[in-house]
């Protein structure tokens, strides 16, 4: 029965009867004939027909270096060569072991402990409780006040996104989710996102961001008392629509919750690993979080590894006489694979001998230039830009913004048309993202953001109407 290997169209009809899509709508996605991705090059992939596009989203924001990195895969082969998993429950290994090290060091100063999972959802589901309990085995000794209830509410950003694990979606706000699932979810209180686009009519866009700044000081003070963390992405707001936060805002929300003695979760599991020009975002603002939540780039995209780092006033927290109960209780069976570090630690490396961050440099003022042209497209909205991270908005009407009707589904038919053009892209909404993997070469940029315009102006005029 596994003799032979299954033809494309075997493949194609098992994928229709058994593989269940995430975040797809599975009726329209059977009749699409979306590509079976059989093997990767560079910063190319390749279809089971033997079709090559370019990964324009770096394989959903996680890819580093591209595929089949030599460095990468001679590390997994050497790790496999020792064992593929062993447990970090009562056990350790070495590459989990210097891939935190590692870590230790590049990350904002004071984060010094490395509690590995498997997923950027999981990585915030950690950092959620870990701040949670930190309360509870400290009884938040730090304020003046005593507490008026259980310490278990979360502060949060309007639209933000952290995973789709229930403990994520809580403390995230895209609507669809909290619609569907909002009979599931804990208590959250959120600030307004710090955006001007969409202020409320009447509203400047600076008296709008001001309003923002004003309300994390307002939401932070009246809640002081029963916040267990303020969680927020830095710099910007990814699966938002790639929203960029006007500078000073991060810095802003550290000063407050410092000022509060409320833990920051900075979930930097999109920006994390140079997507925003730097290593990490919380640097841009000096911005030191008690919590950091990395998972996407971590491995350089290669296997599920996450990680959430904390700072030693939290760890100590956690220590004591093993009966008295203060034990982190969580940990998932996969926490902290070997493969996955071997590669986290090789991608790392790359990282620094290859200057990445140079090369990000110059692909984010490549992406400007090429994208130039769209800022004054009748159906851009806006195109919105932090580093290698782009989102362009596709509207039906630039002046009073209003947006295609949903039911046409225009970023996603920008996807459709980027396939026949041999680039894999993946839309928000109706924001076209562009997510070129950190060191992809200039002229891969270049053709990118070509082939991204071609499609947003062979659909958009199709469908204006
Ligand atoms: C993708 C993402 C997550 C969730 O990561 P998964 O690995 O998909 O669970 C969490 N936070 C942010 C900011 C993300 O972009």
Redesign the pocket.
């Given at each position: 029965m596994f003799g032979t290997a299954p033809s494309a169209q075997q493949l194609r009809d098992w994928d229709d009867q058994h593989v269940w899509h995430p975040f797809a709508p599975m009726q329209a996605y059977r009749e699409e004939a979306a590509p079976i991705i059989e093997s990767g090059e560079g910063f190319e992939l390749i279809d089971v027909e033997g079709r090559r596009y370019l990964d324009g989203i770096s394989s959903l924001?996680c890819n580093v270096h591209g595929h089949r990195v030599p460095e990468i895969d001679d590390a997994v082969r050497q790790q496999l060569d020792r064992v593929s998993h062993t447990t970090l429950l009562g056990l350790s290994s070495p590459p989990s072991i210097e891939l935190a090290a590692r870590l230790v060091e590049v990350v904002p100063e004071g984060l010094n402990h490395v509690f590995y999972s498997d997923?950027?959802?999981?990585a915030?589901e950690v950092a959620l409780k870990m701040a949670f309990q930190y309360h509870k085995q400290t009884n938040h000794k730090q304020t003046t006040r005593p507490a008026k209830g259980p310490r278990n509410l979360f502060a949060t950003v309007g639209g933000a996104?952290?995973?789709?694990t229930i403990g994520?979606v809580s403390v995230g706000s895209i609507e669809l989710f909290h619609r569907l699932y909002g009979e599931l979810l804990f208590q959250t209180i959120s600030v307004p996102s710090p955006v001007a686009l969409r202020r409320p009519a009447g509203e400047t866009a600076d008296g709008y961001l001001q309003k923002c700044f004003d309300e994390v000081e307002r939401i932070v003070r009246e809640h002081a008392d029963r916040l267990a963390a303020f969680i927020l992405?830095p710099l910007v707001q990814?699966?938002a629509g790639i929203l960029v936060h006007p500078p000073g805002y991060l810095k802003h929300v550290r000063d407050v919750t410092r000022q509060y003695n409320i833990p920051l979760i900075a979930?930097e599991?999109?920006?994390g690993f140079g997507r925003t020009g730097t290593l990490f975002a919380c640097e841009q603002e000096q911005v030191q979080p008690d919590f950091l939540?990395l998972?996407?780039g971590l491995s350089g995209g290669y296997l599920p590894l996450?990680a959430t780092l904390t700072t030693d006033e939290i760890f100590e927290a956690f220590l004591g006489d093993s009966a008295a109960g203060r034990t982190f209780f969580h940990g998932h069976t996969f926490t902290g694979n070997p493969l996955g570090c071997a590669a986290g630690l090789a991608s790392l490396k790359l990282f620094q001998e290859r200057d990445l961050l140079r090369n990000i440099s110059r692909n984010s003022e490549c992406l400007s230039r090429m994208l130039k042209p769209l800022q004054v497209h009748p159906h851009v909205a806006e195109v919105r830009q932090q580093g290698i991270m782009v989102g362009i908005e596709l509207v039906q009407d630039r002046e009073t913004l209003t947006p295609f009707p949903a039911a046409r589904r225009t970023g996603h038919q920008v996807t459709l048309a980027a396939r026949r053009r041999g680039l894999i892209l993946r839309p928000l909404g109706d924001v076209v993202v562009l997510m070129p993997a950190p060191a992809m070469p200039e002229h891969q940029i270049q053709q990118l953001c070509e082939t991204a315009i071609d499609c947003i102006e062979e659909v958009t005029e199709r469908r204006a109407g």
């Open positions: 924001w997923s950027g959802s999981t915030v996104y952290h995973g789709d994520s992405e990814g699966a979930d599991v999109a920006v939540c998972a996407k996450a």
